[in-house]
């Protein structure tokens, strides 16, 4: 089994930036057999939606549009752990993000418990 946990969710202004950490944690052999990880996220009175992700051996990497430019994925494969660097940040950006890995292209294998992400003045 793998385990996801997220942190560095919190409250900043319009603008600012946050980065997102994703800590991969379980069997070796379970943790080896994952193809893909990516970012999701879910707005009250929203569906949840795929903000970024990222093949793990090959790094491709594709992102919503609303977030393009402004949000990176990235991961460090030596310290099983994910990242989404966030900047430029808008209210609209305020949910909760959810870190996911899957064994095939599509993701939700795995999922973590989710951080909250508040961008307020």
């Known amino acids: 089994q793998v385990q996801l946990v997220e942190s560095g969710g919190g409250l900043v202004q319009p603008g600012g930036s946050l980065r997102l950490s994703c800590v991969v944690s379980?069997?070796?052999?379970?943790?080896?057999?994952?193809?893909?990880m990516g970012w999701y996220r879910q707005a009250p009175g929203k569906e949840r939606e795929l903000v970024a992700a990222?093949?793990?051996?090959?790094?491709?990497?594709n992102y919503a549009d609303s977030v393009k430019g402004r949000f990176t994925i990235s991961r460090d494969n030596a310290k099983n752990t994910l990242f989404l660097q966030m900047n430029s940040l808008k209210p609209d950006d305020t949910a909760v993000y959810y870190c996911t890995a899957g064994r095939t292209e599509r993701l939700g294998n795995y999922w973590g418990q989710g951080t909250q992400v508040t961008v307020s003045s």
């Open positions: 990222v093949i793990i051996s090959g790094g491709t990497t």
């Open positions: 379980g069997s070796i052999f379970s943790i080896n057999r994952i193809h893909r």
